[in-house]
């Protein structure tokens, strides 16, 4: 009897031993997995979001899809306008010349490192999951302004640590909030991550 009680304690002690180190693991594994996980979202979204801004350049507005975003890229170029002369100089008496020169933008992207077909491509989700885009324009303070918001649910890059279970470890961490760049609401291009 004496050696089932002991072997009882022992089995007991051994699984309080376990649960003591797997409540000590978890949230160190989870802050871990979380913090490469969105490192490498948050990484997607500032290319995207420099891409759309290369986009903005060159049509005036944003692109409403990856499809568009990466034919203009490649496609169009850039305009830069060369001003010859000074015409805030008022001693200035020449004649003040503009000249427009097109620079083809897949160089700008080239030069990047941007791979444009991977650009619409979640890390860490799963095969072929790719970013929420919206653009559109909206009246902001009686202004008519281009407005686009990228992101994708947490959960969605998560994997198994995309649950609500691990909002315990941190009160902020909500597994539906996305990460994005952007506000259909607001002209403004800052990430939820600088917020």
């Not at 304690?9 to 309080?16: H, S």
């Not at 001693?91 to 003040?96: H, K, P, S």
């Not at 490192?113 to 653009?135: C, H, K, Q, W």
């Not at 947490?154 to 539906?176: A, I, L, N, V």
């Amino acid at each position: 009897m004496r050696i089932v009680l002991n072997l009882l304690f022992v089995a007991i002690a051994l699984f309080l031993l376990y649960t003591l180190y797997t409540s000590i693991r978890e949230p160190i594994a989870f802050n871990k997995e979380r913090n490469i996980r969105e490192a490498a979202v948050i990484d997607k979204l500032k290319e995207i979001r420099q891409a759309q801004e290369m986009y903005r350049y060159i049509t005036g507005e944003f692109a409403g899809d990856f499809d568009t975003l990466a034919q203009v890229l490649t496609e169009d170029s850039f305009a830069i306008i060369k001003i010859i002369g000074d015409p805030d100089d008022p001693d200035f008496t020449g004649e003040i010349i503009k000249d427009t020169l097109l620079s083809p933008a897949i160089d700008s992207v080239i030069a990047l490192g941007m791979n444009l077909d991977s650009l619409r491509y979640v890390p860490f989700g799963e095969p072929g999951l790719t970013f929420n885009i919206s653009a559109d324009t909206l009246t902001y303070q009686k202004t008519l302004v281009n407005v686009v918001e990228v992101g994708i649910p947490r959960r969605k890059f998560m994997g198994k640590w995309g649950s609500s279970h691990f909002k315990r470890y941190d009160q902020t961490y909500s597994p539906e909030k996305p990460l994005k760049f952007g506000d259909m609401n607001a002209p403004k291009l800052a990430g939820n991550w600088e917020d």
